[in-house]
């Protein structure tokens, strides 16, 4: 099973350093109020205006500082953390914020940005730094919008893009175990209520630009919080995973052209799978039949993706970060 190595680390920190402060070209999520709103987009976002938008800048940011903890001795440790004490700043955010007080912007970002702004500052928390204490603010606006959201969000998103719920409840519940303890019994209690009488998962996917597998991120959620009743639920959810079906949760996507940002969304996919699959293994144990199938799904994956996560800015400006969940967890 392939795993995180140094040279891993370099390759994509390198990578996401180029362009975490690469303002052009930028996809702005925004609603403008007003003509005053027609501005760059450093001067909407002072910290997460690169990396081709705000979600991407986020995760690319909780790449480089996991990877920084990681490879604490490796050149480009350096330069991650200079870069971070002079970006992730009590300013900084706090022009942040202000964008999140904008008119218009409650739905800023939902759901796939808020948590990985979570996920940024359980990483930045992990730090002897003063990054986590100026991130703080910002993490508190976000779960503050989940507490909000998740009670009148009446059916799931199971959908293979940015709005996946289950992919934003797991970077979400991670946060919460050390800072938001109410946000993981809201957030367990909405993932039974969606998904616990899931049955036999037809799992019709991919759509053309879809780099999560919501049969997969249902099943890994799950797996996060039913602990010892996640077999038998999983064993319902997908009862014929032994015999690797259905067969498209097992086969690796075809990506036509990775200069196309939507069909590049299909080596995400690759890498947000393994990273699932082997959630879902380590979650049923060794004596279970899908562990082995699962395991070599999670390989067969990573192989397929993971020589593309460089090359092409379409790609390059955030599959980095999938690659690093993929090889080393959340």
């Given at each position: 099973m392939t795993h995180l190595t140094p040279d891993h680390a370099t390759r994509f920190a390198t990578a996401t350093l180029s362009h975490l402060g690469?303002?052009?070209?930028?996809?702005?999520?925004?609603?403008?109020?007003?003509?005053?709103?027609?501005?760059?987009?450093?001067?909407?976002?002072?910290?997460?205006?690169?990396?081709?938008?705000?979600h991407s800048?986020?995760?690319?940011?909780?790449?480089?500082?996991?990877?920084?903890?990681?490879?604490?001795?490796?050149?480009?440790?350096v330069d991650i953390r200079a870069r971070a004490d002079e970006m992730l700043v009590p300013e900084k955010v706090a022009g942040e914020l202000a964008f999140l007080d904008r008119p218009m912007s409650a739905g800023f970002e939902r759901p796939y940005g808020w948590a990985w702004l979570l996920a940024l500052h359980a990483e930045a928390a992990r730090h002897d730094a003063p990054w986590a204490v100026a991130l703080e603010p910002l993490a508190a606006a976000f779960a503050a919008r989940f507490h909000i959201f998740l009670p009148k969000l009446t059916y799931p998103l199971r959908v293979g893009t940015h709005f996946n719920i289950s992919f934003a409840l797991l970077l979400a519940r991670h946060w919460s175990e050390t800072h938001d303890p109410a946000l993981i019994t809201l957030i367990d209690a909405r993932a039974r209520d969606w998904f616990a009488g899931d049955r036999d998962c037809q799992a019709w996917?991919?759509?053309?630009?879809?780099?999560?597998?919501?049969?997969?991120?249902?099943?890994?959620?799950?797996?996060a919080l039913l602990g010892d009743d996640f077999a038998g639920w999983f064993d319902a959810f997908l009862p014929r995973?032994?015999?690797?079906?259905?067969?498209?949760?097992?086969?690796?996507?075809?990506?036509?052209?990775?200069?196309?940002?939507?069909?590049?969304?299909?080596?995400?996919?690759?890498?947000?799978?393994?990273?699932?699959?082997?959630?879902?293994?380590?979650?049923?144990?060794?004596?279970?039949?899908?562990?082995?199938?699962?395991?070599?799904?999670?390989?067969?994956?990573?192989?397929?993706?993971?020589?593309?996560?460089?090359?092409?800015?379409?790609?390059?400006?955030?599959?980095?970060?999938?690659?690093?969940?993929?090889?080393?967890?959340?």
């Open positions: 690469r303002e052009y070209p930028y996809k702005m999520d925004l609603v403008l109020n007003g003509p005053e709103d027609a501005r760059p987009p450093r001067e909407h976002h002072p910290i997460f205006h690169g990396s081709f938008d705000w800048c986020v995760h690319g940011w909780w790449q480089i500082l996991r990877l920084a903890r990681r490879f604490p001795d490796l050149p480009i440790a996917e991919p759509g053309g630009d879809e780099f999560l597998s919501s049969a997969l991120t249902e099943a890994h959620l799950m797996a995973a032994a015999q690797k079906q259905p067969a498209t949760l097992f086969t690796p996507a075809t990506v036509s052209d990775r200069s196309d940002g939507k069909i590049a969304h299909l080596d995400g996919l690759g890498l947000s799978r393994a990273w699932s699959w082997r959630a879902i293994a380590a979650a049923l144990g060794p004596a279970h039949p899908v562990t082995p199938v699962a395991e070599a799904a999670a390989q067969r994956h990573l192989a397929a993706a993971l020589p593309h996560v460089t090359g092409d800015y379409m790609g390059e400006h955030w599959l980095a970060s999938f690659a690093l969940l993929a090889l080393d967890g959340l």
